[in-house]
C-alpha cells in the first residue's frame, strides 16, 4: 500500500504565496512520479503540476510561472505557490504513480485527502 497525505493549506489573499507538501509512505520506491491535482467547487478535477522519474517537471499553463514542483527529504513533494489568485482556489490533491507530461496527465491509483486552498481578493 502507497498512503499520501498533503499539508500547507490555507488562506491567502491574492499575491499571496504557500507551499503545499505531500508526504509518502507505505510502499514507496526512489523517484515515484508524483503529481498535484485541484478541484473546484462545481468544477473537474485538473491536473496541476508534476514530476516524473527523471524529476522533469511539467505544468498546467494557468500556474507556469508561478508554481514549482520539487522533490524534497523522504519522499516529499512540494508545491510552491507564488503570486496566488482567486481562480487558484480549489482542495489540492496529491497523486502517484501517473503519467504527467505537457501534453498528457493521467493520474495513478494513489491520491492524499487534499488540502483546502483559499485567495481572497
Known amino acids: 500500500q502507497l498512503y499520501l497525505t498533503e499539508s500547507g493549506g490555507g488562506s491567502v489573499q491574492a499575491g499571496g504565496s504557500l507551499r503545499l507538501s505531500c508526504t509518502a509512505s507505505g510502499r514507496t520506491r526512489p523517484s515515484l512520479p508524483m503529481a498535484w491535482f485541484r478541484q473546484a467547487p462545481g468544477k473537474e478535477r485538473e491536473f496541476v503540476a508534476g514530476i516524473n522519474w527523471s524529476d522533469r517537471t511539467s505544468y498546467l499553463d494557468a500556474v507556469r510561472g508561478r508554481f514549482t514542483i520539487s522533490r524534497g527529504v523522504a519522499d516529499a513533494v512540494h508545491l510552491q505557490m507564488n503570486n496566488l489568485t482567486p481562480e487558484d482556489t480549489a482542495v489540492y490533491y496529491c497523486?502517484?504513480?501517473?503519467?504527467?507530461?505537457?501534453?498528457?496527465?493521467?493520474?495513478?491509483?494513489?491520491w492524499g485527502g487534499g488540502t483546502q486552498v483559499t485567495v481572497s481578493s
Open positions: 497523486n502517484a504513480a501517473g503519467y504527467y507530461s505537457d501534453y498528457t496527465s493521467n493520474p495513478g491509483d494513489y
